[in-house]
């Protein structure tokens, strides 16, 4: 083979050919693109990449939840990605790896989507429950949390009732990979009778003072359908997400939440976007129910137990005098249909302390998801570790 001619090494550590070629050029932008993603997946405090889908387990029930731990990066390569392995052909063979992982990751969901789809809706939603089904028995880790978790808000509830309740669950979350998937078929005609509005005076009163829409919201019930629904009825809205690991699967996904004029913020530009977007009177929805690490988690009552809870919500109602209200889309089993529940404004605590109104409001908002949970605790995300950072020196919960 010929010679690729003089080469140098850039700020990168990646050799390049002084006359570079096509062919080089695009292998080394391949790596350096797979080392830097692989980077920030190590730098995470778990000391791991995260799953595309979000950072905990349970997002294993949505169609994006395909993750990095599941396919694995070769240990030489994890190496190669933190710097003490960095031979050449190393990092050409990391970029590979990330560029078979994203591929199929990316094939999966397609797949998925697709498939679940075409089915009669019916057919969809059972289908759903047997993959939730067979994760309640290939995921027992998920299940000890869970259950743990139940233990945690309901004390006072028989073990075989929690069992049960958890059950009930997995089989909810598998219909809502159906549905999901089924979203781009979704018309105003077609959901006439699958889905209603209560409350919606609430929300368009806060809407028209102009001043901005928060909505708190979480994993409660249908929640990625709520906001394509509350788009497709003519009112979209900005959506706060974390970016997803694989872009291929990253642009599919929110091109789905976006078909009706949806918009995301991605967590990474949180503060801006989230100011920005109340600037202009935008409604901006946020699940407020995931664990959080201090500083941007204050910690706030939760179901009797203090948790780790974002304060970000907080900070922009105070500073903008957007409105803020609950928001939720769940299941009626006694009307066989979904039910976009607004709840009224919730009253903002003022006083001259700033970092205690944060956290009082903090609360509020965080009791506000707890009364949606008690209401329907079958439809909420109990297999995620709510209660995993702790206030110093505390055990851990889990």
């Known amino acids: 083979m010929g010679s690729r001619g003089p080469t140098a090494l850039n700020a990168d550590g990646f050799r390049h050919s002084i006359r570079p070629d096509p062919l080089s ?25 995260v799953p595309f889908c979000g950072r905990f387990s349970a997002a294993f029930f949505h169609p994006t939840a395909l993750s990095s731990r599941a396919l694995g990066a070769p240990v030489l390569l994890r190496r190669a990605a933190a710097g003490s392995v960095a031979p050449e052909y190393t990092l050409a063979g990391l970029a ?6 994203e591929a199929l990751e990316y094939a999966f969901v397609w797949v998925l989507l697709n498939g679940f ?7 969809a939603w059972r289908l759903g429950a047997g993959i939730g089904a067979a994760a309640w028995l ?3 880790d998920l299940r000890r949390t869970g259950l743990r978790n139940l233990e945690m808000a309901f004390p006072e509830m028989p073990a075989a009732e929690r069992e049960r309740l958890l059950r009930r669950l997995y089989g909810h979350l598998g219909r809502q990979l159906a549905e999901f998937c089924r979203m781009p078929r979704y018309t105003r005609e077609n959901t006439r009778g699958l889905i209603r509005y209560e409350g919606l005076e609430h929300y368009l009163a806060a809407r028209a003072r102009s001043q901005g829409v928060l909505i708190v919201t979480g994993h409660l019930g249908a929640w990625e359908l709520s906001s394509f629904w509350h788009s497709l009825m003519g009112y979209p ?5 974390r970016r997803l690991d694989n872009p291929r699967v990253d642009r599919l996904v929110n091109g789905i939440r976006c078909l009706h004029g949806n918009r995301v913020v991605h967590k990474d530009d949180f503060a801006r976007g989230l100011l920005a977007a109340m600037r202009q009177g935008e409604t901006v929805g946020i699940l407020m129910d995931t664990n959080m690490t201090p500083p941007q988690g204050a910690f706030v009552p939760f ?10 919500l907080a900070r922009v109602a105070l500073r903008t005098g957007a409105a803020v209200l609950p928001g939720f889309l769940v299941w009626e089993a006694a009307e066989k249909r979904y039910v976009l529940r607004f709840g009224e404004e919730i009253a903002l605590v003022r006083t001259e302390e700033d ?15 707890e009364d949606a949970i008690r209401r329907c605790p079958d439809q909420w995300l109990w297999v995620h570790r709510r209660w995993k950072t702790r206030p110093a020196g505390e055990p851990p919960i889990y």
């Open 25 to 49: 050029l695009a292998r080394d932008f391949a790596a350096l693109r797979a080392r830097r993603r692989l980077d920030t997946g190590l730098s995470r405090k778990t000391g791991d990449t």
């Open 96 to 101: 590979l790896a990330v560029f078979m992982r």
């Open 117 to 123: 789809a075409i089915l009669p809706r019916p057919l």
């Open 138 to 140: 290939a995921v027992p």
């Open 237 to 241: 809205m900005t959506m706060v997400i």
């Open 303 to 312: 179901f009797g137990t203090q948790a780790c809870t974002a304060s970000g």
């Open 355 to 369: 970092e205690r109104d944060v956290i009082e409001n903090t609360a509020r908002f965080t009791a506000a998801i």
